[in-house]
């Protein structure tokens, strides 16, 4: 039973620059969940994908988007990076909106130099 | 979201001493949900909590929800050095479908 892959592992990109992650979600899984961790603190909750669509975003600006697929994985887009974008990315994957518990991918880590 | 504060940020046992962290609320919480996170990994579930007074086990470790529903606990008896890792509490928000994490307590076991 496949856990949640994400890829790439690490990644560094220059400022102004874009990037895209990707995630495939747990067997039986068919929502997918984007959080960002900056070094020493908890996850932040970025967007929620259900049935292809953005059911929910945190407070992150435009320039964070994404897509779910049909066959439930899904992308991360941001445009224009800042140097604050450097970060790990967790996508968490959950059946439904995940109130039994999500599981994490090892994440992507971003360094914007 | 619902906001949550964790304590103590940081902690140094010495295996075999138990370790206690708390996660507190000024609203009523509808459920908490606790994660460990390995030092370079990722967050792994460990339980949920949604009932007042609950309390579940998990061999060493205790999970406790407040009866007011307002703070929560782990606790982790004997620590061994396979327990070093960052615990997360996080509350689950159904109709924001969010998880909102705490700050984390750091658990560092000394051999």
């Known amino acids: 039973d496949a856990g949640v892959t994400q890829s790439p592992t690490h990644l560094i990109k220059t400022r102004g620059q874009q990037v895209t992650l990707r995630c495939s979600p747990k067997s039986g899984h068919d929502t997918v969940s984007w959080y960002q961790q900056a070094l020493g603190q908890g996850p932040q909750f970025i967007f929620q994908?259900?049935?292809?669509?953005?059911?929910q975003r945190g407070n992150f600006p435009d320039r964070f988007s994404g897509h779910q697929f049909p066959n439930y994985s899904s992308e991360l887009n941001v445009n224009a990076l800042l140097l604050g974008d450097s970060a790990l990315y967790l996508c968490?994957?959950?059946?439904?909106?995940?109130?039994?518990?999500?599981?994490f991918g090892s994440g992507t880590r971003l360094t914007v130099v | 979201g619902q906001q949550v504060m964790q304590i103590p940020q940081y902690q140094h046992v010495q295996e075999g001493e138990d370790f206690t962290t708390y996660c507190n609320s000024s609203?009523?919480?509808?459920?908490i949900q606790w994660y460990k996170q390995r030092p370079g990994g990722h967050p792994v579930f460990l339980i949920q909590l949604v009932k007042s007074g609950e309390v579940k086990k998990q061999k060493r470790l205790t999970f406790q929800f407040g009866e007011a529903k307002k703070n929560s606990s782990l606790h982790i008896t004997a620590t061994q050095t396979t327990d070093v890792g960052t615990y997360f509490c996080?509350?689950?928000?159904?109709?924001?479908?969010?998880?909102?994490f705490g700050s984390g307590t750091q658990l560092t076991v000394l051999p």
């Open positions: 968490a994957s959950s059946r439904g909106t995940g109130n039994y518990g999500y599981t």
């Open positions: 994908y259900y049935e292809e669509e953005e059911r």
């Open positions: 996080a509350v689950f928000s159904g109709s924001a479908r969010q998880l909102t």
């Open positions: 609203t009523t919480l509808s459920n």
